[in-house]
């Protein structure tokens, strides 16, 4: 079972290196925020695709954070 330790410690290592990656997604998080508070607000009206843009900005961000190689090249 020595081979399962090491695909645990490869998962391990990409499971600590993901936030790290994902601050670079900064940007993309903070507009789909606004774009919810703003709905969100007093007066306001959240409904079904009203972030739709700034979602799946922040979503292909994501999925390139998860693609790249973390350091050490786990």
């Known amino acids: 079972m ?8 490869r998962v391990r290592g990409r499971l600590r290196a993901f936030p790290e990656r994902l ?3 900064r ?8 774009c919810v508070q703003a709905s969100t607000a007093p ?3 959240l409904t079904k695709d009203l ?8 979503r292909s961000c994501f999925a390139a954070a998860a693609k790249t ?3 050490g090249g786990l």
């Open 2 to 9: 020595s081979g399962n330790g090491a695909v645990w410690g």
């Open 23 to 25: 601050a670079a997604c």
């Open 27 to 34: 940007a993309e998080a903070a507009a789909y925020g606004r």
């Open 43 to 45: 007066g306001g009206r």
């Open 51 to 58: 972030c739709v843009q700034e979602f799946k900005a922040l």
């Open 69 to 71: 190689t973390p350091r």
